[in-house]
């Protein structure tokens, strides 16, 4: 999932009472994933003729909608899209290809640009955006936003905006210095809304995040997806509630708490169409300097689960390692993690 950007100030310009500010953030990764090999997986006759038969339906409510287009017949359109995406989910996550190798290297190196400043009445104004060098990827630039803020909470524009949802903080830790996946299955329903405005205010101990899918062109259809999350903070513990509005509608609840070494997360997602997902994990700070970390999801399909470890060098640098089982092929990962 996403991981948090160290801030160390490359370059501070001022003029007059006004500052204008530019930080140059990064993290980078390296080290050795294993996958078991595992045979090529197709999906099941029933699961294509399910998109074959979503298909016809959703060809069947278009056409009614565009010779009637009322409300009772918009609701079948929107039902059938969703049971179409559902279906199509189901053949996706089906197909899986033959691996040919166990053990791959890997390694990612991130560079974040921040740039903020504040008007002479103290309304704040910023952009970001992510130089992004993968192995075996092109190098990218991405994840570029604006924003303002003030008192009253921050509005974001962009594409490298949150799901309202997203912006509360639901959801599990994974395991490995890169993640294995074991959060993907249950986290998988949620936040899954497109976004590129995004409204987040914290109030006292409330934090609440919305989101909406505008268009930005004239000629492209916007997803019209939007997302709703709030969340309470108190001394300790936290809960949190999401609703995502998309091709599929989901609540989801989640929650955690720490008590002095232990700290524990859980997350559940009700979609209005297929099965429930949920998943939990447990840290426990064996010393000032390693964490110990276990989790398990469910899909309602699959299960995962595993355990992981860490140990901060200092300086911000980590060594990380995990072992689990994700949809019953087991996985492991050892490495490093740097923060600039």
Do not use: C, H
Not at 12 to 24: H, I, L, R, S
Not at 198 to 219: E, K, M
Not at 315 to 321: E, N
């Amino acid at each position: 999932m996403k991981k948090l950007l160290i801030a160390s100030t490359a370059l501070v310009m001022v003029a007059g009472a006004a500052a204008a500010e530019v930080k140059v953030t990064g993290d980078a990764r390296m080290g050795l994933s294993y996958q078991e090999t595992t045979p090529a997986k197709a999906p099941t006759a029933a699961q294509l003729n399910a998109v074959v038969v979503a298909d016809a339906a959703v060809a069947a409510a278009e056409t009614a909608f565009d010779t009637t287009p009322n409300t009772a017949n918009l609701d079948a359109l929107t039902a059938a899209r969703a049971t179409q995406a559902a279906a199509n989910a189901a053949v996706a996550a089906a197909t899986v290809p033959a691996s040919l190798n166990d053990w791959t290297a890997e390694y990612r190196v991130r560079t974040k640009f921040n740039l903020s400043g504040k008007t002479d009445s103290g309304l704040g104004f910023g952009a970001s955006f992510i130089v992004n060098g993968t192995k075996g990827v092109a190098d990218v630039t991405g994840s570029s936003m604006v924003w303002v803020s003030g008192a009253w909470g921050t509005v974001s524009v962009g594409e490298g905006v949150d799901a309202g949802s997203d912006s509360v903080g639901l959801g599990i830790a994974d395991i490995g210095y890169k993640g294995i996946g074991v959060d993907d299955l249950a986290e998988g329903l949620y936040a899954a809304t497109a976004a590129n405005i995004n409204y987040t205010g914290t109030f006292g101990a409330i934090t609440v995040g919305l989101s909406y899918d505008l268009p930005v062109s004239r000629t492209v259809a916007n997803s019209g997806d939007w997302s709703l999350g709030v969340a309470y903070k108190g001394d300790g513990f936290k809960v949190a509630l999401g609703y995502d509005a998309g091709t599929v509608n989901t609540l989801t609840i989640g929650g955690g708490v720490t008590m002095g070494a232990i700290s524990a997360n859980v997350i559940y997602s009700m979609p209005d169409v297929g099965n429930d997902a949920y998943g939990l994990d447990f840290g426990y700070k064996l010393n000032s300097a390693t964490v110990i970390t276990a989790a398990y999801a469910n899909n309602g399909t699959d299960d995962a689960y595993g355990v992981g470890v860490a140990y901060t060098l200092g300086g911000g640098a980590k060594m990380v390692a995990g072992l689990g089982s994700v949809a019953g092929v087991t996985k492991a990962e050892v490495g490093m993690t740097f923060s600039f």
